[in-house]
């Protein structure tokens, strides 16, 4: 059983470039979730999906968008990053928006040079 | 003053030893709590929910919410080197429209 799966989990980038950090679940749930996690900062949710064809911004949206693509798939795409952006960025699922017993992936360490 | 607050150790323990990890937390609203465990370099996995106050165990891991005092704990008893992680609480309003909201989490180091 997979659970939340994210690819890639390591990536560079320069200043500038763009990239879409991928995140699948395979346990029906409705609502997903992404986070960053920096020292100091604990968890901060970027952007969530409460259900197939919704997403709402969280905490720290700015720089990012988002794509619930179908039930199982939602991703994150970095369209100009900064060097802020370097952060280990979670994914996660639940079976309702609330995240009660929330699910998470593995991480992607993601640093902008 | 922050949502949750957590303090972030580390604390140093002894194999063996009773643990005590707490939150506290300033909106009333909050009814959903929650403990996740990270191990360096994962993701968190959730170990105990529990809905409003009380106590709920599970194995060696007790979690306690007193929403009086706005305070929740987990308690970890005959603490083992494999407990050595991060714990981050969480918690939410209402399961069904509110996200989570997350401690910074407590670094744990038990040693052998």
């Known amino acids: 059983n997979a659970g939340v799966t994210q690819t890639p989990k390591f990536q560079v980038l320069k200043t500038g470039q763009s990239m879409t950090l991928q995140c699948a679940q395979d346990m029906n749930h409705n609502s997903m979730y992404w986070y960053r996690q920096d020292p100091g900062m604990g968890l901060r949710l970027i952007y969530y999906?409460?259900?197939?064809?919704?997403?709402d911004k969280g905490e720290v949206p700015n720089g990012y968008n988002v794509s619930r693509l179908n039930k199982r798939e939602f991703s994150l795409r970095l369209e100009s990053a900064a060097p802020s952006q370097t952060s280990v960025y979670f994914c996660?699922?639940?079976?309702?928006?609330?995240?009660?017993?929330?699910?998470f992936g593995q991480g992607t360490r993601l640093t902008v040079v | 003053q922050k949502e949750v607050e957590q303090d972030p150790g580390p604390l140093s323990v002894p194999e063996g030893a009773i643990v005590s990890l707490n939150c506290t937390y300033s909106n009333s609203a909050f009814q959903y709590f929650m403990w996740y465990r990270q191990y360096s370099r994962k993701g968190p996995e959730l170990l105990m929910y529990t809905y409003s106050s009380g106590n709920k165990e599970d194995g060696r891991f007790t979690a306690q919410v007193d929403k009086s005092s706005k305070y929740i704990s987990l308690f970890i008893r005959d603490s083992q080197p494999s407990d050595s992680a991060t714990y981050l609480c969480a918690m939410t309003k209402n399961s069904g429209y509110s996200t989570l909201t997350f401690g910074k989490g407590t670094m744990l180091l038990v040693s052998p």
């Open positions: 996660a699922s639940s079976t309702s928006t609330g995240g009660t017993e929330a699910f």
């Open positions: 999906s409460a259900s197939e064809g919704t997403t």
